[in-house]
């Protein structure tokens, strides 16, 4: 597969693949008129307000909610006891693991629910909240995986009755014999322990409901912030034991997802357990801590990678051990088949045969979560160790990083390519893609740079990241949530008037799907892309899906857009040779209308074929030009790309800017240039975050000390660097427009690009690793312990 | 107690509780839900609105310290039927993705633009420092902003 120039096959009028449409979503979001669940009211609602415990592992002796039920305005107070009449005390996770809904034995996480107060009033819920009083008797609170496994340490789920320790999973991948023999021919073991710090995705807009369920009818109808609202369904149908015809989950405007949307959250089913029994609208909406401390955390991965090489420069194997820090339930929302996740794409962009990769995972007291943030399902982790062990290992063998990389890379024409732990990297140019990103930074000169700006007290570094994701879950043999497979759907309905409706299974959080999937039914059809109105996140109306994350939306959702697209073609072939008199064999499509053979005046549009499919079918054929398709990947998309950060690094304070970020991606063929564009700036930023000042920290009694955006910092315009971006376009050939998605990469593949550029800046003073996020006293000690000053 | 805030031109006199928020008046008593909330602690500033003419972050003011005063929300923006120089600049410079920041950063950038019409990158980046976007990267934001002001100019000049 070779990079091609890929131009736009339609006119800007119908707006197919290439062209950079302005979005469709933006007429009401720039009036102010988006509809997020906070936004929305009903008669009779009433609000919701949760009660947490304050510590991080405790016993629950006993629950006083009185003076809360006392307050002037309070309706009901729910406990976990009230709860467990409706077998609702606890709820399965996205792993396969328990949750509680509301604690009723102990507490396990600072920030757990205890209770909730429901009220007339969002203030008055608040305040009765804090009067809930809760008698508690301590326990040891583990706050890290490494105590978690210790012998002696108080065990977290005693609610499970074969659990006997604080191990909640074990999993291996590769090959371990062939990893050991490889390993036994090295000249060099390269060898990098760190840890990927826990985050939270922090979406600006918090998760929220409004439960909405009729006692009369048994109708719910829960308007919630979901990114996978067919599967929240589902999850509902089975935890609350409601008709699954009788739950509608509207997923409206979502503020950002990034993955913090993807789990049920206990708020959601206690509010809609709360509607069922008060009979009245309940809201619920988080406050900015309680998303921070309770809902779905990210990373938090000890790693161990080993790198076999050659004194010649080349790898010979890969060996990663890992402990992850799961929190009080597991609730990683991941494919159930893959206990950490689709970490093995560890090998990475390069060719050698074995590898091997062991996980454990441990409970402590810290809230739940491991989803995937901006990422397909910890592919981050997978990205960031193998990219940083590269280049210790070029620095090991005193060779430049990228001529180490170039010498492993997997080449061009070694795709489809079967990697040691088992994917099938469906396409790729690794080489062009990093020569490009070099061109563009102008490597040698900045190498060249470094070295006189050494001699003059200052500290330049240069940094590079040749990833490769994983994305667009996948394969429903292999992949699954909960049981269902990982498939994505769409629903075409070609009006009468040749306007258009299209239904996904997918929902957008901003990644602009009103816009992008409409263009690629006017690719397919040549209906304008401004007559196709695209209508996501409603379970009534939209036929079943998995959801939007792991970059899916485009690699499955898209394919599935593309074949039912194709499919009313072909029906619409059949109409056409019916309207013009003519066999099917003779006609010929260009886009937007069927034409016979040498006869190019003898044609007729797809508007005027709509038409006829409601007014003058062929006798032998349905009425109706509308169709539903289900797409099971047959493998998934392996998107990639090289990033290059220039930094310059202050000798005296630690403190790094970034001069240069250059980001060369290929995510395939693109649908809309200026989305792609903006889904790699917000990712670089999002990369840029963890690098430099996301994470979240426990203290030893186990506080959350990342529970606001005081603590928990995130960048703003003034320190967020400037991009530079460039393309190539290797299309993925399984894919039926050659796309393969891209919302995530930049923020999978841009981590270690920043921390090698600091470590670079400093590698003559034998610095080799300094852990994210990358404060500046972090490097000021890092030059410190290895300068001897 | 009783206040009279002036929203988007329009006077609005209530009876309201000296703890409510202003954003919460605005929101909930007002229904103008294009002003967001997002962290309760005036660090993300999604629920900046202008008030005479200043950006201010209505999660820690009560409502009752606007009596009196004059404020203008996203929905103010539209004029005579019409989008706004920043608006359109929004939209054609994809500064924008879930769109819940883009109120408060379409108002910020009002005000910056009417202070200072010729504004710098960096202006722009230090005006918009206050609140926090989680989908751009900030590029696309700053590029809708200078655009908003090279527009605010010549429609000044012609």
Redo the contacts between chains.
């Keep these: 597969m070779t990079t091609t120039e890929h131009k736009p096959h339609t006119s800007p009028e119908i707006g197919g693949l290439g062209h950079s449409r302005?979005?469709v979503?933006?007429?009401?979001?720039?009036?102010?008129?988006?509809?997020?669940v906070?936004?929305i009211?009903l008669p009779g609602m009433l609000h919701m307000a949760i009660h947490r415990s304050p510590l991080a592992h405790a016993r629950i002796i006993s629950i006083d909610t009185s003076a809360a039920e006392a307050v002037d305005g309070v309706v009901a107070v729910v406990t976990g006891e009230l709860l467990a009449g409706y077998n609702l005390a606890w709820m399965p996770t996205l792993s396969g693991d328990t949750q509680a809904v509301l604690a009723t034995d102990k507490v396990r996480f600072q920030g757990q629910e205890i209770a909730a107060v429901i009220a007339t009033d969002?203030?008055v819920a608040q305040d009765a909240a804090r009067l809930v009083e809760v008698e508690y008797e301590d326990l040891e609170p583990i706050v890290n995986p490494q105590r978690a496994l210790e012998e002696d340490a108080v065990l977290i789920r005693d609610d499970k009755e074969d659990q006997t320790s604080n191990l909640c999973f074990e999993w291996e991948s590769g090959d371990k014999t062939a990893t050991d023999e490889a390993f036994a021919k090295a000249d060099k073991i390269v060898s990098l322990e760190t840890h990927y710090p826990r985050s939270h995705?922090?979406?600006?807009?918090?998760c929220g409901i409004v439960a909405d369920v009729d006692s009369a009818t048994g109708q719910a109808t829960l308007y919630m912030t979901s990114q996978a609202p067919h599967a929240h369904r589902t999850v509902f149908a089975l935890v609350a034991g409601l008709a699954e015809q009788n739950i509608r989950i509207v997923s409206p405007?979502?503020?950002?997802g990034?993955g913090n949307k993807v789990p049920v959250y206990p708020g959601y089913v206690v509010a809609t357990a709360a509607s069922l029994v008060i009979g009245q609208p309940v809201k619920w909406?988080e406050?900015?801590?309680e998303n921070l401390i309770s809902t779905g955390f990210a990373r938090d991965y000890y790693m161990k990678g080993e790198l076999a090489v050659t004194n010649d420069g080349k790898i010979l194997g890969l060996k990663v051990d890992m402990l992850a820090d799961e929190g009080a339930f597991y609730a990683d929302a991941q494919p159930s088949k893959f206990r950490a996740g689709l970490f093995h794409i560890v090998t990475g962009s390069y060719d050698y045969p074995a590898a091997y990769v062991t996980t454990r995972g441990a409970y402590t007291n810290k809230a739940p979560g491991g989803v995937a943030y901006r990422c397909s399902f910890r592919v981050t982790e997978a990205s960031y160790l193998i990219e940083r062990l590269v280049q210790n290992a070029a620095y090991e063998l005193g060779l430049d990083p990228a001529e180490f990389r170039s010498s492993n890379f997997i080449q061009a024409d070694q795709f489809p390519y079967h990697s040691p732990t088992g994917f099938v990297y469906d396409s790729g140019d690794y080489e062009t893609a990093m020569r490009k990103a070099m061109d563009m930074v102008g490597y040698a000169d900045i190498q060249a740079e470094k070295e006189q700006a050494r001699k003059e007290g200052r500290l330049v570094g240069i940094g590079m990241a040749s990833f490769t994701e994983v994305v667009g879950a996948g394969h429903g043999e292999d992949y699954d949530i909960i049981g269902l497979k990982m498939f994505d759907s769409a629903e075409l309905r070609v009006h009468p008037t040749g306007k258009a409706i299209l239904k996904l299974g997918v929902k957008s959080?901003?990644?602009?799907h009103e816009t992008t999937f409409a263009q690629i039914v006017a690719e397919e059809l040549g209906i304008p892309a401004g007559d196709v109105k695209v209508v996501e996140g409603d379970t009534d109306n939209t036929p079943y899906g998995l959801g939007t994350y792991a970059s899916r939306s485009t690699p499955v959702a898209g394919a599935a857009t593309a074949v039912i697209s194709r499919k009313l073609r072909e029906k619409a072939k059949k109409i056409a040779a019916h309207l013009l008199e003519a066999s099917e064999e003779d006609l010929e499509w260009e886009t937007g209308k069927f034409f016979v053979a040498g006869d190019p005046e003898s044609s007729v549009s797809i508007q005027d074929i709509a038409f006829a499919a409601y007014t003058n079918p062929p006798p032998d054929l349905e009425a109706g030009l509308e169709g539903v398709h289900y797409y099971d990947p047959p493998n998934m998309t392996y998107p990639f790309g090289t990033y290059i950060v220039v930094v310059d690094v202050d000798p005296e304070s630690g403190q790094w800017k970034v001069r240069r970020m250059i980001a060369v991606d290929d995510c395939g063929v693109k649908i809309n240039p200026?989305?792609v564009?903006?889904q790699i700036?917000?990712?670089?930023?999002?990369g840029f975050a963890m690098s430099s000042m996301q994470h979240i920290t426990f203290d030893e009694t186990g506080n959350c000390l990342g529970s606001?955006?005081?603590d928990y910092l995130?960048p703003?315009?003034?320190e967020?660097p400037?991009?530079e971006l460039g393309e190539t376009v290797t299309p993925s050939p399984h894919h039926p427009i050659g796309a393969k998605g891209v919302g995530e990469s930049a923020t999978v593949g841009s981590p270690a690009a920043y921390v090698n550029a600091v470590v670079d800046a400093l590698q003559h003073m034998g610095v080799t690793n300094i852990e994210m996020p990358m404060s500046a006293d972090r490097v000021w000690h890092a030059m410190q312990e290895n300068s001897g000053g | 107690m009783n206040i009279t805030v002036t929203v988007n031109g329009t006077a609005h006199t209530a009876d309201v509780e000296p703890r409510l928020l202003l954003v919460d008046f605005i929101r909930t008593n007002l229904g103008l839900t294009g002003t967001h909330i997002g962290c309760d602690t005036t660090s993300c500033g999604v629920c900046t609105v202008l008030i005479d003419g200043t950006p201010v972050k209505t999660c820690t003011m009560f409502a009752v310290q606007a009596n009196g005063r004059s404020v203008t929300t996203v929905e103010g923006l539209k004029q005579n039927g019409e989008l706004s120089a920043i608006q359109q600049a929004f939209r054609e410079h994809h500064g924008l993705q879930c769109g819940f920041c883009t109120p408060a950063m379409m108002l910020v950038g009002t005000a910056l633009i009417e202070e200072n019409p010729d504004p710098t990158e960096d202006d722009i980046r230090w005006a918009i420092s206050g609140n926090l976007c989680r989908c751009t990267g900030y590029m696309n934001i700053v590029k809708s902003i200078e655009a908003a002001a090279e527009t605010t100019r010549e429609g000044a000049s012609s």
């Design positions: 302005r979005r979503e933006d007429a009401r979001f720039i009036e102010g008129r988006g509809n997020y906070d936004d009211t969002r203030y995705p922090a979406p600006l807009e918090t405007d979502l503020g950002g990034f909406v406050t900015r801590t959080q901003g990644q602009g200026m989305i564009e903006g700036q917000g990712g670089l930023t999002e606001n955006f005081m995130v703003t315009a003034w967020t400037r991009f």
